[in-house]
């Protein structure tokens, strides 16, 4: 692993990993739309992981055969996998009932997610609880989730409920996968775990689209959707998960996460060109105000990890 750079300097390789994965992040739901057309939830999750899974395979082959592949990570990599399973399964799904800007505006509250989790996982996380920088942040968090909901024009409509439920259960299950990779992968190599983790994934989801889903639809698909599916599997799933951990290892969570919070809006402003999608003003400040919300706690995570003694 390269050296963390000096205090002062601004670290050019890890800003550039958290560009890079949150652009590739914001690739995915694009794709995910313009492939909603084309098959169902189950077959374009089965096609996009096994496509990512592909890409890093040569890696795992080559470390492995160096013998430099720790066996540990199979065993550690499976719970994981089940819940990146999971919210791979809701996240595909979520696009067949609402749109890009919306879908991704919602599950951003898997970060309130990941420090519920943490509050009641890691003893040293509960001093957050004193910070009403915290609390400040859960509230306008919570308020900016119901005006986005509020303020919808097909917010009655069964479909947009049910999207919804999706992204928030997405949602949900993204704290779980975090928190899950955290615990069970802390000494194993991203690229490692990961490359792990989209096997079993892509393995699972299989499973699904043979049972539900009509995986027969990938004999149908022209140039431009597998174009479409394997440029999306690499970006958004093989290339932006990697580049975000190795972005935690060299700067931390917080300036990674911050601006992970940035991706709804760049989602809009692509798909509202594509797929002409709308949000209307008090949708956008509504918006804004849970990602401002999001931030505030994180930045109060942050604060109390450099109050820590050492820190």
């Known amino acids: 692993m390269s050296p963390a750079p000096k205090l002062g300097r601004v670290d050019t390789a890890a800003t550039s990993a958290c560009l ?15 492939l909603t057309g084309h098959m169902d939830s189950w077959t374009q999750n089965a096609l996009r992981y096994s496509a990512a899974c ?55 509250t898997s970060v309130l997610w990941v420090m519920g989790f943490s509050l009641l996982l890691f003893p040293q996380e509960r001093p957050l609880m004193r910070s009403p920088r915290f609390w400040l942040g859960l509230a306008l968090s919570l308020t900016g989730v ?37 615990i069970a992968l802390r000494d194993i190599d991203s690229r490692t775990g990961f490359s792990v983790i989209s096997l079993y994934t892509t393995v699972g989801l299989w499973i699904c689209a043979v049972l539900v889903g ?40 917080t300036i990674p996460t911050l601006l992970v919070l940035t991706q709804p809006f760049i989602v809009f402003s692509m798909s ?17 105000i849970l ?13 109390l990890h450099d109050r820590r003694p050492g820190g």
Request: no cysteine; hydrophobic share 60%.
């Open 20 to 34: 890079g994965a949150v652009f590739f992040w914001a690739l995915g739901p694009i794709f995910i739309k313009y």
């Open 54 to 108: 592909l890409f890093w395979l040569p890696f795992v082959v080559h470390v492995t055969w160096r013998g430099a592949f720790p066996r540990r990570a199979w065993r550690r990599a499976l719970v994981p996998a089940l819940a990146n399973m999971a919210m791979q399964s809701l996240w595909g799904a979520g696009f067949y009932y609402i749109s890009p800007a919306f879908m991704t505006l919602l599950t951003n």
């Open 146 to 182: 119901l005006g986005v909901l509020y303020f919808k024009k097909d917010f009655a409509a069964v479909g947009t409920w049910v999207g919804v439920a999706i992204a928030l259960a997405e949602a949900f299950m993204w704290g779980v996968y975090a928190i899950s990779v955290k």
């Open 214 to 253: 009509r995986p027969q639809q990938a004999l149908h698909l022209g140039l431009e959707a597998w174009a479409a599916v394997v440029v999306s599997a690499i970006t958004a799933i093989a290339l932006a998960h990697v580049l975000f951990y190795a972005a935690i290892r060299r700067i931390g969570t």
């Open 272 to 288: 509202s060109v594509i797929f002409h999608e709308q949000l209307n003003a008090m949708q956008l400040l509504a918006g804004g």
């Open 291 to 303: 990602l401002i919300g999001s931030a505030s706690s994180i930045s109060a995570q942050q604060h």
